[in-house]
């Protein structure tokens, strides 16, 4: 089945660390794709999109993800986390690229310790 | 409103009886979303209003599930005959165009069916 997957479920790394959190997505043709966050007790926010040119993204704080169109993937990357990026993190695909529903996968709990 | 508002934030509710959920979109959004985060699963989607359009209700997962949506303002959830498995966060999100680049998100409602 059309699906996407995050296989990393729960990471936990320490202040200054390197973080990536892999997100596959199994729909061919063209896609948009999105990584979201929930931090804790906060609504779901847009932290980065692609939907076409640079497939090497550029989000809010720090956060960055590569759009890598022969693996199907779309990691999210941060040279270096702080305390306050502890949160949850969703990878999420538009199969239609340019229509109105998203499909989500299950989320990684990120926690970063001090 | 400044963002998507819904309410009740929690519901605690006896199997078998029936729920309302509710959402009030930011002023001018003209699509509505609503979406179901079960325990461990990523968001699934459940219903999308765009303006005076019939819904789109392919992610409905019975027909005890419903919702409502006058013109561009409030949509109501509702489900019925609830079962334990309709446990989970309820999402509602708007946008300002009928995409999906453009979503915000509410904070949910968390209904837990005893």
């Known amino acids: 089945a059309q699906s996407v997957s995050q296989h990393n479920h729960h990471v936990i790394l320490s202040e200054a660390a390197s973080l990536e959190l892999g997100c596959n997505y199994s729909?061919?043709?063209?896609?948009?794709l999105f990584w979201y966050v929930q931090y804790p007790g906060q609504h779901l926010q847009l932290l980065l999109k692609?939907?076409?040119?640079?497939?090497l993204v550029k989000g809010i704080k720090g956060f960055e993800a590569e759009f890598i169109k022969s693996k199907f993937s779309f990691n999210l990357r941060k040279p270096s986390v702080q305390w306050s990026d502890t949160a949850e993190y969703f990878c999420?695909?538009?199969?239609?690229?340019?229509?109105?529903?998203?499909?989500f996968g299950t989320g990684t709990q990120l926690k970063v310790e001090l | 409103g400044a963002g998507v508002s819904q309410s009740p934030s929690n519901k605690v509710t006896e199997k078998g009886k029936d729920v309302e959920l509710r959402c009030d979109p930011i002023?001018?959004?003209?699509?509505l979303y609503w979406y179901r985060q079960r325990l461990g699963q990523g968001l699934e989607f459940l219903i999308y209003f765009q303006g005076n359009s019939a819904p789109d209700k392919s992610g409905l997962p019975s027909d005890r599930f419903s919702a409502e949506r006058t013109g561009e303002s409030v949509s109501t959830l509702t489900i019925q005959r609830t079962q334990q498995e309709d446990s989970a966060v309820y999402l509602c999100a708007s946008s300002l165009a009928d995409t999906v680049l453009w979503y915000t998100f509410g904070s949910g409602t968390r209904l837990t069916v005893v």
């Open positions: 999420a695909v538009d199969p239609t690229g340019g229509g109105n529903k998203l499909t």
């Open positions: 002023s001018g959004h003209t699509a």
């Open positions: 692609y939907f076409s040119g640079d497939p």
């Open positions: 729909y061919g043709g063209t896609v948009n």
